[in-house]
């Protein structure tokens, strides 16, 4: 007689989509957790920072910044300094600016839960990007058979 493997648990790894999240919450019998995707993290992040006004060396040095927050886990930190850049922008800024930053937090916010300690699960040589898969998401069991979807 052959048992079925035991699954611990289920890490999806996504680049951000709605659906992606909302399919590994509807998983039942196994503990999942959803990932937001470094590439994907640090592009949207760019983004969110690229058309501000700001010279590009300081753009820069505020993008590693705040990539280094994301980088060790610190989510609260990047959003702070980020909720800070707001208030600068809406005192001398423009409109723009400040919706661009209140587009960024608001990623980062409704993302909170999909944003891992990239630094611990790179030194540990676990996924932190799905860029390697054509579909851009992966999975994998915690007993370490990957599947791409």
Same mark, same amino acid.
């Given at each position: ?5 035991? @699954? ?5 790894? =996504? ?10 919450? #509807?998983?039942? #019998?196994?503990? %999942? %957790? ?10 949207? %992040? &760019?983004? =969110?920072?690229?058309? /501000? *006004? ?5 753009? +820069?040095? !505020? ?6 927050? /994301?980088?060790? *886990? ?9 909720? *800070?850049?707001?208030?600068?922008? $809406?005192? =001398? =800024? ?10 960024? @937090? #608001? &990623? !980062?916010?409704?993302? +909170? ?10 030194? $540990? #040589?676990?996924? @932190?990007?799905?860029? *390697?898969? $054509?579909?851009?998401?992966?999975? $994998? &069991? ?8």
């Amino acid at each position: 007689m052959s048992s079925k493997p035991q @699954i611990a648990g289920l890490e999806v790894l =996504g680049d951000g989509a709605r659906w992606i999240a909302l399919w590994a919450l #509807g998983i039942q #019998g196994i503990d %999942v %957790v959803a990932i937001l995707c470094w590439y994907h993290l640090c592009k949207r %992040v &760019y983004e =969110g920072l690229s058309g /501000l *006004g700001l010279a590009k060396e300081e753009r +820069k040095r !505020l993008e590693r910044e705040i990539l280094g927050h /994301l980088w060790r *886990g610190e989510h609260c930190l990047a959003i702070w300094k980020l909720w *800070g850049l707001r208030s600068s922008a $809406r005192n =001398g =800024g423009s409109a723009r600016s400040e919706k661009r930053l209140d587009d960024l @937090i #608001g &990623y !980062l916010l409704r993302k +909170k839960r999909q944003l891992a300690n990239y630094e611990e699960r790179h030194a $540990r #040589g676990e996924w @932190i990007a799905s860029t *390697g898969w $054509r579909s851009g998401t992966t999975w $994998r &069991y915690r007993n370490d058979a990957n599947i791409a979807a």
